[in-house]
């Protein structure tokens, strides 16, 4: 079975700029959250979906946003970059959510550098 | 609300000689407990999981944890450390209940001397 696929995996934007990261869960996965990992804050969670809608939702601005598609992909947009986005951004699939029992499978990261 | 404390931001350990990598946590609800690893330039990878079944839980490569209700502790160890072993691990508290949101630990970086 393939595992959690992210692109691009690298990636460099000015300030400013906005971009879309995209994450394929392991097939049969309906639940797909993002994570920021950053030295100074550690892993913070973004947003989860679940079939197309968005169940949970951390603390970070509205300038971060997500969706998710009908095969379970989805995409995670920020808009008007900051330096301080720069990051490593995690996507994990599981079979039912992020919390409660459930294990998630993580992809390889998004690795944003904003200049 | 929950958190998630691990005690030790580095350890350091010779080949062969055992590891423990030190957890706390805290939550309003039951928890589900997990430790994840990530090894450089990857995502992570589950090591193990408690969901309240039996509170000494195995993982894979070795690894195993205590869930310790009282203590509030979920401590991981291996017997004895392979120079492959050095990564980060996080400590990650789920809770069975409220948001569901998922509480990561900071993070202890094991390094292993041959």
């Known amino acids: 079975k393939a595992g959690v696929t992210q692109t691009p995996r690298y990636l460099i934007k000015t300030r400013g700029q906005q971009v879309t990261l995209s994450c394929s869960p392991i097939s049969g996965h309906r639940s797909v959250s993002w994570y920021q990992q950053t030295p100074g804050q550690g892993l913070q969670f973004l947003f989860e979906?679940?079939?197309?809608?968005?169940?949970n939702k951390g603390n970070f601005p509205g300038r971060f946003s997500g969706r998710q598609f009908s095969n379970s992909r989805s995409e995670m947009n920020v808009s008007t970059l900051e330096l301080g986005d720069s990051a490593l951004y995690l996507c994990?699939?599981?079979?039912?959510?992020?919390?409660?029992?459930?294990?998630?499978?993580f992809g390889p990261g998004t690795r944003l550098t904003v200049l | 609300a929950q958190s998630v404390t691990q005690l030790d931001s580095h350890v350091s350990v010779s080949e062969g000689t055992p590891v423990l990598l030190r957890c706390n946590y805290s939550?309003?609800?039951?928890?589900?407990l997990f430790w994840y690893v990530q090894h450089p330039n990857k995502g992570l990878q589950l090591l193990l999981k408690?969901?309240?079944?039996?509170?000494l839980v195995k993982g894979i490569n070795g690894f195993e944890a205590e869930f310790k209700k009282s203590e509030t502790s979920f401590h991981l160890t291996k017997p004895s450390a392979h120079m492959s072993d050095a990564a980060e691990y996080f400590c990650v508290v789920s809770p069975r209940g409220g948001s569901y949101i998922p509480t990561f630990g900071r993070g202890t970086s094991l390094i292993v001397h041959p």
């Open positions: 994990a699939s599981s079979l039912a959510g992020a919390g409660l029992y459930n294990e998630q499978f």
């Open positions: 979906y679940f079939s197309e809608t968005q169940r």
């Open positions: 939550s309003s609800y039951s928890p589900s």
């Open positions: 408690y969901t309240s079944a039996a509170t």
